[in-house]
């Protein structure tokens, strides 16, 4: 169905919030025709960090069960990746994690708009009722281009997260968008146009349409990904993903090995 289509954002159980291992994700790739998958666990910290994300000393078993499921389905492009949280400060952490295995791809995420709170965390929410959620989308677009000016990634990750539980600010965006869409520009960084968001509150795909026009504009690529945290959400809503991008402009998506960046029509 989905031959030339990649999903290039997929979480494991090492995650601890996600279940089936890679070698179900992949069942599910080849049962719906996907070309690729890219698997791209929430990264570890040296430290423990936080309840969503797999421990340092379990990078071992995530390369043995993506080794698995290429075992398991050679017929599958299995490219390995991580989602990487971006946090000012902790840049070398990432860098010595893009040491540690030939990685694909890393996906740049900014999840924490303070020390303590993650803007999509369903446990946070009453932090929505002492913000204004213009001063919230701004620190977040703030974060999200200083990831993008990183030169870490090779994607960004849900770039409009802030809208999970609907909260969208009443001003205008443009300027931070124009910000984060010119760093992205200037690093090469690709765009994650993320499904997941339609099995959300805010019932719309990451980024927006308004954001992936822009995106457009600027010559900026995009990969797609369902986000997917069981087997049964691979590829999930990738015929609205196409007709979005299609609708911003777009005719191709990237794919990366090793990663390197090449260019598939949609």
Known sequence: MFSALSDYHVHTPLCLHAKGWPVEFAARAVELGLGELGISDHNPMPEYFDNWRMLREDLPRYFEEVEKARAAFPQLRIRLGLECDYLAGREAWIEELAGM?????????VHYVSDSWAVDSPYKLSEWKNRDVMEVWSIYFERLTMAAESGLFEIIGHADLPKKFGHRPTGDCTPMFEKFLNAAKAHRCAIDVNTAGLRKDCKEIYPSRELLTLAF???????LGSDAHAPEEVGMNFKEAIE???RA?????LTFKQKRAQQIKL
């Open 217 to 223: 504009r600027h010559g900026i690529p995009i990969t």
């Open 101 to 109: 295995a030939q990685w694909d791809f890393f996906i740049g995420s």
């Open 249 to 253: 402009g777009y005719t191709s998506c």
């Open 244 to 246: 979005l991008v299609r």
